[in-house]
């Protein structure tokens, strides 16, 4: 069994049930690039944003146990929609799950970055079924401007968010507590945040367990 290196305790049961939602059957419902093609908001959802490559699509991945179901690359910049997925039945899914196109990108033009805060803080601000932000920070690095300036954009729209260490496996060992406390200390004059932090691997499956029973209890609740 995966252990996240800094973990928030589920039973046993918790977990359990949450491998047997996140077993079904999961699809790519569409992608959204305007506001006037979102999925209409009659599910739970939850979404998936962060920096340009920090590996939000990776998560995606891990989450639901398909290798490739939210294409990843080595191109930052790649995804330039709102990738939505269905959880449940085709039919009549019961989750959806928001992998947003990530944000920081060094090289992107003036004109690509308006486009890509207008449809995020859009979605982000007037999607009623949104129970949580998943906010992605690589855990080789600190939390940075641009991850702060949407946190203050979810607290301005009283989204809750959470945040999520990726690529924790890049850092040694004995630093993995240090990165959690960190981002604790980077983000505490933060409102909406959520009080506790995953750390998570899509490589080596770390704190995976966790973060589904966090989905798990979202979808939920
Ligand atoms: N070592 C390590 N590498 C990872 C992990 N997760 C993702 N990566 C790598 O990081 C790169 C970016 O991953 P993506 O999942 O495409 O990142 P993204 O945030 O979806 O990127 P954009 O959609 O372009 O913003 C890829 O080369 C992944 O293989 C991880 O847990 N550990
Ligand atoms: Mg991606």
Do not use: C
């Not at 209409?40 to 939850?46: N, S, T």
């Not at 990776?58 to 929609?81: D, E, K, W």
């Not at 009549?92 to 992107?108: E, H």
């Not at 690589?138 to 203050?152: E, N, Q, T, V, Y």
């Amino acid at each position: 069994m995966s252990r996240a290196p800094e973990g928030i305790n589920f039973s046993a049961s918790e977990i359990e049930a949450a491998r047997k939602l996140f077993a079904g059957p999961v699809a790519f419902l569409l992608g959204a690039a305007g506001l006037d093609q979102l999925p209409p908001p009659d599910v739970p959802e939850v979404a998936f944003a962060g920096r340009s490559n920090v590996g939000k699509s990776s998560l995606l991945n891990a989450l639901v146990g398909r290798r490739a179901l939210a294409r990843t690359s080595n191109t930052p910049g790649r995804t330039r929609q709102v990738n939505f997925f269905g959880l449940g039945p085709q039919a009549a899914p019961f989750l959806y799950l928001a992998d947003l196109p990530g944000y920081g990108y060094a090289r992107a033009a003036k004109s690509e970055i308006a486009a890509w805060t207008a449809l995020v803080e859009a979605y982000l601000k007037g999607r009623p079924n949104l129970r949580r932000v998943m906010l992605l920070i690589d855990a080789r690095h600190r939390i940075k401007p641009s991850d702060l300036r949407i946190m203050k954009m979810l607290d301005a729209a009283a989204v809750n968010y959470q945040i999520v260490l990726t690529k924790i496996d890049k850092l040694k060992a004995a630093d993995h507590h240090g990165a959690a406390k960190w981002a604790l200390e980077d983000s505490k004059s933060m409102i909406a945040r959520h009080p506790e932090i995953l750390a998570t691997s899509a490589i080596k499956g770390w704190g995976i367990e966790e973060l589904r029973a966090t989905v798990a209890a979202l979808a939920a609740g």
